[in-house]
């Protein structure tokens, strides 16, 4: 059963999807996450980093892009998204007084890895765990390490990438963590302590006043243009260090990048090529580090 027909633009900046029932008599335009907290297949696309903004109107979802990718690249894939998220019980409009909490599995470039994504904010700051981690400051991860086969965690804002076993098939598996995440939220039981947030969050914006001018510069294109993108698959990226005399960054990939076959040369290239361009003379060479 498909939930979503995809219709053509007019206006290449936007994205028409028909939803095959009536939700709603009148027009509601979002602009950002928060305006959506109604309509939990709204809020999906607004956790796309290219989102912009989304007009619903009766059986009708209007998305607005930014800039940075084209609709004819993404559309598709949006499209499979949410309709793995409808499958897989996600809601269009909640019920009045209904207070929902949805997740639904998406797959990564790596293989090995499955994000889950959450309609509630999990954690401020990214985390990452592994099997020889003191874990009883973490219960979701200590949790979810019972799974034999599940060799890192990593979280984020509202989503849980995990790495499996290679040997292992997410296809067998995925319902069942999935549901296990699920009822963790519903129970409203703690991702972390306080105790674990105040020693173990990852910090990779350094203190302020210990980096140079050039550092604070690559921090900064990397905050904004290549952390949002890396996300969409379920990964992060931290600045590790700057050698000015070799104009080498050293980077650290996290979550669904670290150990992808294709994302150590794919990212590196990539943002070896953007420093080039926007700190001409600055950066010559991108080592990228599995987390």
Not at 271 to 283: A, D, N, Q, S, W
Request: glycine share 4%.
């Amino acid at each position: 059963m498909s939930y979503f027909v995809l219709q053509k633009s007019d206006d290449v900046n936007f994205m028409i999807l028909r939803i095959k029932e009536k939700l709603i008599s009148k027009t509601i335009f979002f602009k950002n996450v928060d305006d959506a907290k109604e309509y939990p297949i709204v809020q999906q696309l607004f956790y796309l980093p290219f989102v912009k903004s989304v007009e619903l109107s009766e059986n009708v979802l209007r998305v607005e892009r930014f800039p940075i990718v084209e609709w004819v690249d993404v559309q598709d894939e949006v499209c499979q998204q949410l309709e793995n998220y409808m499958k897989l019980g996600g809601l269009i409009k909640k019920k009045v007084g209904q207070n929902v909490i949805t997740v639904y599995a998406e797959s990564t470039p790596n293989p090995s890895v499955m994000k889950f994504v959450a309609n509630k904010k999990l954690v401020s700051h990214d985390m990452e765990f592994f099997k020889n981690d003191d874990l009883k400051e973490a219960p979701l991860a200590n949790g979810l390490f019972n799974y034999d086969f599940i060799n890192e965690i990593y979280i984020s804002e509202n989503f849980v990438s995990l790495t499996i076993d290679k040997a292992k098939n997410w296809q067998d598996v995925v319902q069942e963590i999935r549901n296990y995440i699920r009822n963790y939220l519903i129970q409203n039981n703690p991702i972390v302590t306080n105790e674990y947030s105040k020693f173990n969050i990852f910090k990779d914006d350094l203190k302020e006043e210990k980096l140079s001018a050039i550092e604070k510069e690559i921090i900064k294109i990397l905050n904004e243009y290549v952390k949002p993108a890396v996300a969409g698959d379920g990964g992060n990226i931290v600045f590790k260090s700057f050698d000015e005399k070799e104009k080498r960054l050293d980077v650290v990939l996290q979550g669904a990048c670290s150990g992808c076959p294709s994302s150590t040369n794919t990212l590196k290239n990539g943002i070896e090529t953007m420093m080039k361009e926007m700190l001409p003379g600055k950066v010559e060479k991108v080592n990228a580090i599995n987390g």
